[in-house]
């Protein structure tokens, strides 16, 4: 097995939250937190900490808003975001396809 690809994942994606981040606002244009919180089954402290770490990675954005008398955070994947998480998946394909050449079928 070629290790080449396990070194080269991510580690501020490949964390479990924020790999489930990453992955939630990839396939939206934007999540507001308390959507990504509940989705996520996440605390507002939990969430608040790994987006923190997305965010000064330049993998995510957050804006926020007021309206309807309460702010509210707006949560998107930057351009950097996907670059990185498409990155990622071509890292984690490399190993499973590597796994399958090996690994003989039930």
Partial sequence: MNP???????????EKARL????????APSLTFTDLRNLLGMTDGNLTSHLRILQEAGLVALSKS???????????????????????????????SQF??????P
């Fill in 4 to 14: 080449e690809p396990f070194p080269n994942l991510d580690r501020v994606i490949h």
């Fill in 20 to 27: 489930a981040i990453v992955s939630a606002l990839s396939a």
């Fill in 66 to 96: 007021t309206g309807e008398a309460r702010p509210q955070t707006t949560c998107v994947l930057t351009e950097c975001g996907r670059g990185a998480f498409t990155e990622y998946l071509g890292h984690l394909e490399q190993i499973v």
């Fill in 100 to 105: 399958r050449k090996t690994t003989p079928a």
